[in-house]
T-cell receptor, first 117, second 113 residues
Framework: GAVVSQHPSRVICKSGTSVKIECRSL??????MFWYRQFPKQSLMLMAT?????????EQGVEKDKFLINHASLTLSTLTVTSAHPEDSSFYIC?????????????FGPGTRLLVL | GENVEQHPSTLSVQEGDSAVIKCTYS??????FPWYKQELGKGPQLIID?????GEKKDQRIAVTLNKTAKHFSLHITETQPEDSAVYFC????????????FGTGTRLQVTL
């Protein structure tokens, strides 16, 4: 159990276009999902916390108008990279929180590799 | 905020030996400490976690110990195998609706034949 999927697994796009990444919890409901960014050989950097039915909470330095997050249901959160530029090329990973209060666990998706040309 | 330090950054062991990765955290309010394994090109996979009401937890060849007084926790892998080669991340957080994980910088484990 506790499977999180992401789609697409990799995407190549032209500079200036927008890209949408989907994150789904397949066998559990997640009121909270998280979006991370990871550069090569580095740790995970939290971008934002996605809450079902409400606005996402962005970490300091992350542009909310550039990285649009929508958590429309208990099993789906989407990240849209708007007007992508080469510096947005990275590995984007989502996670979903499962479990009851004080026993929650975070499960990660397989990641999406974005390359902006 | 929470700060998590992880050592070593790289670790090479021979197959069958044990591997130990250590992490320290700064926020005494943290009470949840998971460990993730990340293989190249994949997302992190939860391998074991520990909550502050216990000092040690074991799952087959993997064990985690927690010392809340010293604010450090460790991952122990026994009888290492080549498939254990990966990057391992420790993390710390409080539990609750506002909680978010703070990750260590990662340890690249290489198990050699």
């Amino acid at each position: 159990g506790a499977v999180v999927s992401q789609h697409p697994s990799r995407v190549i796009c032209k500079s200036g276009t927008s890209v949408k990444i989907e994150c789904r919890s397949l066998d559990f409901q997640a009121t909270t999902m998280f979006w991370y960014r990871q550069f090569p050989k580095q740790s995970l950097m939290l971008m934002a916390t996605s809450n079902e039915g409400s606005k996402a909470t962005y970490e300091q330095g992350v542009e909310k108008d550039k990285f649009l997050i929508n958590h429309a249901s208990l099993t789906l959160s989407t990240l849209t990279v708007t007007s992508a530029h080469p510096e947005d090329s990275s590995f984007y990973i989502c996670s979903a929180r499962s479990g009851l209060a004080r026993q929650e666990t975070q499960y990660f998706g397989p990641g999406t590799r974005l390359l902006v040309l | 905020g929470e700060n998590v330090e992880q050592h070593p950054s790289t670790l090479s062991v021979q197959e069958g030996d044990s591997a130990v990765i250590k992490c320290t955290y700064s926020d005494s309010a943290s009470n949840y400490f998971p460990w993730y394994k990340q293989e190249l090109g994949k997302g992190p996979q939860l391998i074991i976690d520990i909550r502050s009401n216990v000092g040690e937890k074991k799952d087959q060849r993997i064990a985690v110990t927690l010392n809340k007084t010293a604010k450090h926790f460790s991952l122990h892998i026994t009888e290492t195998q080549p498939e254990d080669s990966a990057v391992y991340f420790c993390a710390a957080s409080m539990t609750g609706t506002a909680s978010k994980l703070t990750f260590g910088t990662g340890t690249r484990l290489q198990v050699t034949l």
